[in-house]
């Protein structure tokens, strides 16, 4: 099921399956919502294994007072490349990979300028972002499927439990980036 998606930038969508908040007072429920498909520089993931952060309970319950609904949580992500763009350099077809908590950002601020993509105002996240391509927010991981720039997506080693990995991409890296600084 295709539908055309006027003046954004983006042709087509496909249909995903998640769970989603739908007010702050109520449990998750399934949920069915549109992805765009990947542009030229994008990958298209399927989703095996979404850790659950504390802040994703905080979003679905709308504790920091900014929660659009309805919200599709989760922000530690890993899966399998299924699709990538044309001009997708870093991945390929059946990779392991990872997503944390940005899946894009302005790319011309100073600090982006610098590689500090954590610190760009124009950052979009994972999920509750306005969603540059499509105008539309951003959706997180408890779905099926995610489609990011490659910039920001991650190489999952072999060795590592994708299962046991996802919870790195928020605790684990919150410990360690301040311990290698």
């Known amino acids: 099921m295709k539908d055309r998606v006027q003046g954004k ?17 109520e449990p998750l429920k399934p949920f ?9 520089t994008d990958v298209q993931i399927e989703i095996l294994f979404c850790g659950v952060c504390h802040s994703d309970l905080h979003i679905a ?3 920091w007072g ?24 870093k991945f390929k077809e059946g990779d392991r990979v990872a997503i944390g908590c ?3 950002s302005c790319r011309t601020c100073p600090d982006c300028e610098q590689g500090l993509e954590q610190f760009c105002q124009g950052m979009i996240l994972t999920y509750g972002s306005e969603d540059k391509h499509t105008g539309g ?3 997180g991981g408890y779905s ?9 997506v991650l190489r999952l080693p072999d060795k590592l439990d994708p299962a ?4 790195l991409l928020c605790a684990g890296i919150t410990t360690y980036s301040p311990m290698r600084h």
């Open 144 to 152: 099926t499927s995610i489609v990011l720039d490659q910039d920001f």
């Open 32 to 40: 069915s919502f549109e992805r765009r498909e990947p542009t030229p």
């Open 66 to 89: 900014f929660t659009t609904y309805p919200c599709v949580p989760g922000h530690e992500i890993v899966g399998r490349v299924v699709k990538a763009g044309r001009e997708v350099k």
């Open 102 to 104: 940005m899946v894009d």
């Open 164 to 167: 046991a990995a996802a919870p």
């Open 9 to 25: 930038g983006v042709n087509y969508m496909f249909t995903t399956k998640g769970y989603a908040a739908h007010s702050a007072h």
């Open 61 to 63: 319950r709308n504790e």
């Open 137 to 139: 927010v951003t959706y």
